[in-house]
C-alpha cells in the first residue's frame, strides 16, 4: 500500500456552544466533547484507510481549559501513526476569541481507530509519512503510547511491552 501523509486525512470541525450542551456552570459538559472528539476522529480514520473505522479506545484526554457557552470550538483530528490494522488519532480542540478572533488550545485527545471490513473484521491500512516536525515528535512516541494502552486494556502482557520498559530501565 502506498504511504499517506496526515494531512490527506486531516479532519477540522468548527462548531458552536449551545445551551444544551453545557454543564451547571455553563461550560461545555466533558461528554459532548468527547463524542465530537470521536466524530472527527473517526472521519479522518475513514479518510486515511477508505474503510469503516471503529474506535478502539481512548488513550488519552485533557481537559486542560474549560470551554465557555457561546464560544466558536474548532477540533483537528489527524493520523499520528499507523499499525497494521489500527490508528493513532490526535485531535487539538481549539477556541475562538469572540473579540480578537485569536485562538487558544483548549483541550487535546488521543483515539485510536481499527479499520473493519463488512464483517467487522480488521483490515490493514495505508502507513503514514509524517511531514512536520510535530507529526514527527507525534510519531515517535505512538508506539509507546500503543504499548499501554494494549497493557492497560489486559491485551499484552506488561513483560512485552518493549518501549515502556526502554523507558524505565
Ligand atoms: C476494536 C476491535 C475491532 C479490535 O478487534 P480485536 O479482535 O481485538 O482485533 P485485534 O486483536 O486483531 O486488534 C486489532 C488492532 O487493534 C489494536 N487494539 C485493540 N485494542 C486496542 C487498545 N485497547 N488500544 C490500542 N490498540 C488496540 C491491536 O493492537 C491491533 O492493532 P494492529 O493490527 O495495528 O497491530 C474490536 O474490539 C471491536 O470491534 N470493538 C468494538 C468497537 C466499537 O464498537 N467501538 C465503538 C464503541 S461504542
Redesign the pocket.
Known amino acids: 500500500m502506498n504511504p499517506k501523509k496526515p494531512s490527506d486525512s486531516r479532519t477540522v470541525m468548527t462548531d458552536l456552544v449551545l445551551p444544551s450542551e453545557t454543564n451547571p456552570l455553563n461550560n461545555l459538559f466533558g461528554g459532548e466533547l468527547l463524542a465530537r472528539m470521536d466524530r472527527a476522529a473517526s472521519i479522518t480514520a475513514r479518510r486515511h484507510s477508505r474503510r469503516v473505522a471503529?474506535?478502539?479506545?481512548v488513550?488519552h484526554v485533557a481537559f486542560n481549559r474549560s470551554v465557555p457557552l457561546g464560544s466558536v470550538v474548532t477540533l483537528e483530528a489527524a493520523i499520528s501513526r499507523?499499525?497494521?490494522?489500527?490508528?493513532e488519532v490526535y485531535i487539538d480542540v481549539w477556541m475562538e476569541d469572540r473579540v480578537s478572533g485569536e485562538r487558544t488550545k483548549a483541550n487535546e485527545a488521543i483515539y485510536?481507530f481499527?479499520a473493519?471490513d463488512e464483517t467487522?473484521k480488521?483490515t490493514v491500512?495505508p502507513p503514514i509519512e509524517p511531514e512536520t516536525e510535530l507529526e514527527k515528535i507525534r510519531f515517535d512516541g505512538a508506539l509507546r503510547r500503543?504499548q499501554l494502552?494494549?497493557v492497560?486494556?489486559g491485551?499484552m502482557k506488561p513483560h512485552d511491552a518493549t518501549e515502556l520498559k526502554a523507558l524505565f530501565i
Do not use: Q, Y
Open positions: 471503529v474506535t478502539a479506545s488513550n499507523t499499525f497494521r490494522t489500527s490508528m485510536t481499527v473493519v467487522g480488521p491500512v500503543k494502552s494494549l492497560l486494556a491485551k
